[in-house]
């Protein structure tokens, strides 16, 4: 009994893990929500997007990069990122080990990474969040590289954009985490003033203080097609209101029916639908500019 506890099981359990990891990771085929077997060369020419059911499947930070900017071509900017664990934290697992785990498995510092490039030939600064670093949470480190893309927007005169996708606030940074709904907040504002637009595509998900922050102040807010967005989850708000929410609760198509957002963009075509919207909005900044100048010149020679 020993010797099959000691060597041929383990032999066993390890042939089973070498064939999940080469059907897995180094597989050519994935599955979709749907349920069908997806070639993934066929899902890569598709946007990432089901050729089947039309699934926006999640992405990497330079996943979007790619398809987003023109020529695929940008440069990414290096944003700053704050010491580790500031509350020393620990629950069934080190945070810390959480951090090197997503570090790994991302190749980034944190959730957030922030890029200079052109769409439709327009110079933009661009951020966006990857889902399977920590959930896409927000903390220290992704406030720094947020307030980061703002500052380069306005040092540059760019339009920012950025790509949402989070479960909201980090729960391991806790009250520092939260205070980062207040410092992206007041950077849009800095932003607004400046007169650059200020552009949000919300993918799934968006939820939690990253909606309730600076996910939903764009001038222009776009979703994916069937993104969730919300604050609290679906099961949290039912069981408080004690009411049945409607099947579609939550969802791109019902924030958007009740008026919480502008469009739903298929991922195929936010290139072309976000150069348009922007040069409509620098035409109308750059109009709004003159008028303000002309109003202060007017002044000065009255008082004059």
């Not at 967005?229 to 408080?240: E, K, M, P, S, Y």
């Not at 009411?243 to 579609?248: S, W």
Request: charged fraction near 25%.
């Amino acid at each position: 009994m020993n010797w099959i506890t000691k060597f041929i099981k383990p032999k066993i359990k390890s042939l089973f893990k070498k064939k999940s990891s080469v059907s897995g990771s180094d597989s050519l085929w994935t599955t979709c929500g749907c349920k069908n077997l997806i070639y993934k060369e066929e899902l890569k020419v598709n946007f990432n997007c089901c050729p089947k059911c039309g699934l926006h499947h999640k992405l990497s930070c330079k996943e979007r990069f790619d398809l987003f900017f023109d020529n695929s071509v940008y440069e990414i900017i290096k944003t700053p990122v704050p010491n580790d664990d500031p509350l020393n934290w620990t629950d069934n697992k080190k945070y810390t080990d959480r951090l090197r785990s997503a570090r790994q498995l991302t190749n980034q510092d944190d959730a957030i990474l922030v890029a200079n490039g052109n769409v439709n030939n327009i110079n933009v600064t661009v951020g966006a969040q990857d889902f399977r670093f920590i959930g896409g949470s927000f903390g220290a480190a992704s406030g720094e590289a947020f307030i980061a893309g703002i500052q380069h927007s306005i040092e540059k005169r760019t339009p920012f954009i950025f790509f949402s996708c989070s479960g909201g606030q980090r729960m391991m940074e806790s009250s520092i985490a939260l205070m980062q709904m207040t410092r992206t907040t007041l950077a849009v504002n800095e932003l607004k003033k400046k007169n650059l637009p200020y552009i949000v595509i919300l993918t799934n998900p968006t939820t939690g203080g990253v909606t309730a922050s600076w996910a939903m102040l764009g001038d222009v807010l776009i979703s994916e097609p069937h993104a969730v967005i919300g604050f609290a989850g679906r099961r949290v708000i039912q069981d408080t209101v004690r009411e049945t929410l409607p099947d579609e609760f939550q969802t791109a198509e019902y924030v958007k029916d009740h008026g919480g957002i502008d469009l739903i963009v298929e991922r195929r075509y936010l290139n072309s639908t976000v150069g348009t919207l922007l040069s409509v909005l620098l035409k109308k900044a750059e109009t709004q500019a003159k008028n303000e100048s002309n109003v202060t010149i007017d002044k000065s020679i009255q008082s004059a």
